[in-house]
């Protein structure tokens, strides 16, 4: 089986599909996971959603939450995350559904009930942003989780591969791998295959 891992896609919808059929990828043989910021910034976080809603319920794939999704969610309950959020690059999102509040609720609701904040195997640890060097998982913060961003060994003895800090090129720290290629800000949509490290672009 071939893990296939993405990261801060952002709404660029027609660069996820791209991605996945760059990889030939089949949910009969791989694994997908998604390393959360579906949302925010591209020109349709809406499309986004629902595909990888359908990823989840219909292939299995693994959802990871990021800190623009947490937002999302927790705007339903706070003040303060609605601000938080506005300055993250809300409006693409709340614009993307054209006024249909009652589809936001749904996928507000949705999200709650299916994002994780991590994934583990047997050799990786996936996750949004990154994780607190030498802090068993089950001891991690939500926010480090979805919001940290360091280059330190993190010394859990499994690779942990995430998103949320824009690199060029797919970057290998000490025993982490970051696989946000900036695909909001004009860069690439990357994926990960793993184990055998083979990347694909679009």
Same mark, same amino acid.
């Given at each position: 089986?071939r893990?296939?891992?993405?990261?801060?896609?952002?709404?660029?919808?027609?660069?996820?599909?791209?991605?996945?059929?760059?990889?030939?990828?089949?949910?009969?043989?791989?694994?997908?996971?998604?390393?959360?910021?579906?949302?925010?910034?591209?020109?349709?976080?809406?499309?986004?959603?629902?595909?990888?809603?359908?990823?989840?319920?219909?292939?299995?794939?693994?959802?990871?939450? +990021?800190?623009? @999704?947490?937002?999302f969610?927790?705007? #339903?309950?706070?003040? &303060?995350?609605? $601000? %938080?959020?506005?300055?993250?690059?809300?409006?693409?999102t709340?614009?993307?559904?054209? +006024?249909?509040? @009652?589809?936001?609720?749904e996928?507000? #609701?949705?999200?709650? &009930?299916?994002? $994780? %904040?991590?994934?583990?195997?047997?050799?990786?640890?996936?996750?949004?942003?990154?994780?607190?060097?030498?802090?068993?998982?089950?001891?991690?913060? #939500?926010?480090?989780?979805?919001?940290?961003?360091?280059?330190d060994?993190?010394?859990?003895?499994?690779?942990?591969?995430?998103?949320?800090?824009?690199?060029?090129?797919?970057?290998?720290?000490?025993?982490q791998?970051?696989?946000?290629?900036?695909?909001?800000?004009?860069?690439?949509?990357?994926?990960?295959?793993?184990?055998?490290?083979?990347?694909?672009?679009?």
């Amino acid at each position: 089986m071939r893990y296939l891992v993405v990261s801060d896609i952002h709404g660029e919808i027609d660069k996820l599909e791209s991605v996945l059929d760059e990889a030939y990828y089949d949910s009969d043989k791989d694994q997908l996971i998604l390393l959360g910021d579906y949302i925010d910034r591209g020109p349709d976080p809406k499309a986004v959603i629902d595909k990888v809603k359908e990823l989840v319920e219909n292939d299995g794939a693994v959802a990871i939450k +990021g800190n623009h @999704e947490d937002m999302f969610i927790r705007s #339903q309950y706070e003040a &303060e995350a609605i $601000e %938080l959020w506005k300055m993250n690059g809300a409006s693409s999102t709340l614009n993307s559904y054209q +006024g249909k509040k @009652e589809e936001l609720k749904e996928d507000q #609701q949705w999200m709650e &009930e299916n994002l $994780e %904040l991590y994934h583990e195997t047997d050799d990786y640890l996936f996750v949004h942003a990154g994780l607190e060097p030498e802090t068993p998982i089950e001891e991690q913060e #939500q926010d480090t989780m979805l919001w940290t961003r360091h280059t330190d060994r993190i010394g859990l003895g499994k690779t942990v591969v995430h998103g949320h800090t824009p690199v060029k090129d797919i970057t290998y720290y000490e025993d982490q791998i970051d696989i946000d290629t900036g695909a909001a800000y004009g860069g690439k949509l990357t994926l990960l295959e793993l184990p055998t490290h083979e990347v694909y672009t679009v």
